[in-house]
């Protein structure tokens, strides 16, 4: 009789993403397990959730599992707590395991709260591979690498464990695991960790970064675009979800030339996220595509706060960033770039703020001006649904707990949310009317955006 397992993905409603990490959690274990193991991937939307609780509660529990795993993110961490609660009273012989970023920040109070067994923190492959080793021989999990555990009253919080050939991943792609998925968004991972320091982010503690083969991440990608109209019927989004995509410039130049190389229809949007130091002239020529997105991590252009939040080394002066900026203008027009700017950086004040916005609305108005033909400008004035290719993404910094942040953000007597997603509510140089009213101006910005290259453009033709 095999062991099994039965794996959640709890996911928003219109932003379904396939769930990679559990896919990743089931080809592992059946590479080595084989037979022994059954493992079952089940989703559910956050509707579900609210509206057929017992139903989703029964549609669990009819698989037999002796294993339940659950993705915990910041979106779905008080319904994923709740369910497992929930479960354990169901059946208090289910062993429970609860994985994803939101366990590595705040751990041992959601273990508590969950009445889950144990919580994977990282990556997950050889935790689970191991916690299926002891199941199946009948030892307890107290020594499983990567997990967080309570023995008695006590936590434990065990040393972690990483694989060093990631290829040893069996593809969740390759192994048709989503063949017959539908959904908004697919991740793909061709590296794991980031070498930078950057005192906010979680990749800060997964220092170690290694690669997917890049053969492997070739073929990927040639699944994804054969299977893109199956999967869905509009516009698939393929997220690259690299710490930062061109780290290692060569290798990702030869994957944007063999993505742009294929025939990419309107099924496909591809977005990266990098750093505006690594963008280079041999990048943008393999890049020229209107369904590629670059995000660029920009974050400020107060040098005190890019000094602050420690990336000295990833950032330009602002006449090189605007070198850079024009670069993407010329080789890559066609291309989309968001421009990543962050609210609530401590030690900021208004003034700062208001500095680092105006400059990025003239970087998107120069952005789109300069790549678009005469004809679509004019057309613009007759059409406000005139598609943008440039946009700013203004997002709150969030002090994730366990993280650098959370010792700055309290030197500068900053005051932020307990919870998820743990945004920064007020600074001792910004008030919390001042956040809100930079959140409030941040969600409209591409009617903003709009407005101002509509006025450019009358002022034009006038």
Known sequence: MPLRITLINIYREKI??????????????????????????????????????????????????????????????DRVVYLSKLLKKENEKIKIILGGKEVSVNGGEILTDSKADALIEGEGEIAFAEIIKKTLSGSDWYNVGNIIIKRKNEIIKNKEKILRNLDDIPSPYLKEIFRNTSADYLILETSRGCPFNCPFCLWTIKKNIRFFS???????????????SRINSGRLKVIISDSDFLINP?????????????????????????????????????SNNPHLKFSIGIQSIN??????????NLSLSLKETGKKLDMIIKYAPKSTIILEIMIGIPGETEKDIQKTFRWSMERVIKHILKTKSEKEIENFKKNDTFPINAYIDYCTLSVFPDTPMTKIAKRYKAKWMENPPYEIISTSTLSKENIKSY?????????????????IISDRYI
């Open 250 to 286: 060569k290798r990702a130049e030869k994957i944007l030339k063999f993505i742009t190389s294929k025939a990419i229809t309107k099924e496909i949007d591809w977005s990266i996220t990098t750093n505006i130091k690594f963008i280079t002239k041999d990048i943008l020529k393999v």
């Open 214 to 228: 890049l053969n492997r991440v070739l073929k990927e990608i040639k699944w994804i675009i054969d299977n893109a």
């Open 16 to 77: 379904h993403t396939v769930p990679l990490g559990l896919a990743y959690l089931k080809t592992y274990a059946e590479k080595i397990f084989n037979k022994r193991v059954k493992i079952l991937i089940k989703e559910f939307s956050e509707k579900e959730i609210d509206n057929r609780l017992n139903e989703v509660l029964k549609d669990i529990l009819k698989t037999k599992p002796r294993i339940i795993g659950f993705s915990c993110y910041m979106w779905n961490r």
């Open 303 to 312: 040098p005190k706060s890019i000094k602050i939040l420690k990336r000295e």
């Open 439 to 455: 959140q409030k101006m941040a969600a409209n910005m591409e009617s903003k955006i709009k407005e101002n290259i509509l006025k």
